[in-house]
Every structure is written in C-alpha cells, then in structure tokens.
C-alpha cells in the first residue's frame, strides 16, 4: 500500500485549499481513508475520514462545516477541501488507510504535507 499526499501551501484566513492523497496498492471497497494533522509540539489528531465500500464520511468537531473528504475511485484519490481556513489549522497533513475487516487502527501513512494558515 502506498499514498502520496499533495497540495499543502500558504493561505491567508478565510482562504480555501484542497489536498489530494494517490492510493495504490489496495482494494479501494475494503478501505477507509482518512485525514490526520499534527501541529508543532501537539499529538497528532484525526480530522476527517471516508469510507469507500459505504462513502460514509465522518469530521472532527473542529472542522465540522468547513472542510470536506471525498473520493474519486477512478482516479484511486481521496480529497480534503479545506474552506474557511484559520491560523489553528496550521499543521502538517497526513493522509492514511485501513483494511475496515481487519484493523481498527489506520495501518498505512503517506508523507505528510505541509499547510500554513496566516492571520
């Protein structure tokens, strides 16, 4: 299994970006994806997360209403767009997978990517 996450940058507040994790290697209906973010000296925390065999998604409080996780399994990518953008979601991005069956863990990671908010 392997993911490839893309698309972190500087934004001012209030500004928008999309990241894109590529996946390969695994047998998309049996998978969840899902976004993760660790901000400098925090633990890392889940932000968002899809399932493809149900495209049941599921939000942190925190970015409730302002970002949004979806697939495209034809082009085997999953997405967070990210709206509304503040200073406290600056952190680094780091999308990751599950077999839903056999873990409840996310077992595989991508590089993570970089996303900077300015006030």
């Known amino acids: 299994v392997q993911l490839q996450a893309s698309g972190g940058g500087l934004v001012q507040a209030g500004g928008s970006l999309r990241l894109s994790c590529a996946a390969s290697g695994l047998t998309f209906s049996r998978y969840d994806m899902g976004w993760f973010r660790q901000a400098p000296g925090k633990e890392r925390e889940f932000v968002a997360a899809f399932s493809w065999g149900g495209s049941s998604t599921s939000y942190a409080d925190s970015v409730k209403g302002r970002f949004t996780i979806s697939g495209d399994s034809a082009k085997n990518t999953v997405y967070l767009q990210m709206n509304s953008l503040k200073p406290e979601d600056t952190a680094v991005y780091y999308c990751?997978?599950?077999?839903?069956?056999?873990?409840?863990?996310?077992?595989?990671w991508g590089q993570g990517t970089q996303v900077t908010v300015s006030s």
């Open positions: 990751a997978t599950r077999e839903r069956a056999t873990s409840s863990k996310f077992e595989y």
